[in-house]
Nanobody, 112 residues
Framework: QVQLVESGGGLVQPGGSLRLSCTAS????????MRWYRQGPGKQRELVAT???????IYADSAKGRFTISRDNAKNTVYMQMNSLKPEDTAVYYC??????WGQGTQVTVSS
């Protein structure tokens, strides 16, 4: 019964940075694989980054070298640091737990 709440989105210029947060309640994220997805306008939801219970990370090609997913189990929070943002990163970003629970999403807009 994990509940997820995303935050940290906003409007940034190309090349800028944002840090997204996903706070969980109802279950410890330490036992869950956590993921960040995104869905741009007119697009399907796509997987951006994964962090496993052992701390291994996996990134979509579009995110490699720019995004970093991390986890703070004590705070029951998952983060995604996003650097060198591009207009094509514009999307609603969603946190996901074990492929089941979703948050409401946080909007990221990259534009001049």
């Amino acid at each position: 019964q994990v509940q997820l709440v995303e935050s940290g989105g906003g409007l940034v210029q190309p090349g800028g940075s944002l840090r997204l947060s996903c706070t969980a309640s109802g279950s410890a994220i330490s036992i869950l694989t956590m993921r960040w997805y995104r869905q741009g306008p007119g697009k399907q939801r796509e997987l951006v980054a994964t962090i496993t219970t052992t701390g291994n990370t996996i990134y979509a090609d579009s995110a490699k070298g720019r995004f970093t997913i991390s986890r703070d189990n004590a705070k029951n929070t998952v983060y995604m640091q996003m650097n060198s943002l591009k207009p094509e990163d514009t999307a609603v970003y969603y946190c996901n737990a074990s492929g089941r629970s979703w948050g409401q999403g946080t909007q990221v807009t990259v534009s001049s």
